[in-house]
């Protein structure tokens, strides 16, 4: 079956960066297309940014500039860097596959947190 383990969250001051990871397995990687959400306390899980199997990639309007999406098809694994963090950033971090029949699976989150 899909699996999808993050790493990469943890604390960093505002205007700081981290690199977000999504590993997955169970599935040809290279045909999915891939994503991050990320949920803050009490609000609803938003879309962060995508990136399709042919490597084009989208982003919410907040981050762009700021987040990157890139993803490894050879390692199976799909990154995030963020830059210029912001402290509405702080949230709990999905990554999220979507295969070619339109299935999609989720990671079971990383967190992070931006504070001064």
């Known amino acids: 079956q899909v699996q999808l383990v993050e790493s990469g969250g943890g604390s960093v001051q505002p205007g700081g960066s981290l690199r977000l990871s999504c590993e997955a397995s169970g599935y040809i990687f290279s045909l999915a297309t891939m994503g991050w959400y990320r949920q803050a306390p009490g609000k609803e899980r938003e879309l962060v940014a995508t990136?399709?199997?042919?490597?084009?990639?989208s982003y919410e309007d907040s981050v762009k500039g700021r987040f990157t999406i890139s993803r490894d098809n050879a390692e199976k694994t799909v990154h995030l860097q963020m830059n210029m963090l912001k402290s509405e950033g702080a949230a709990v971090y999905y990554c999220?596959?979507?295969?070619?029949?339109?299935?999609?699976?989720w990671g079971q989150g990383t967190q992070v947190n931006v504070s001064s």
């Open positions: 990136i399709t199997s042919g490597g084009t990639s």
């Open positions: 999220r596959m979507e295969t070619l029949r339109g299935r999609t699976y």
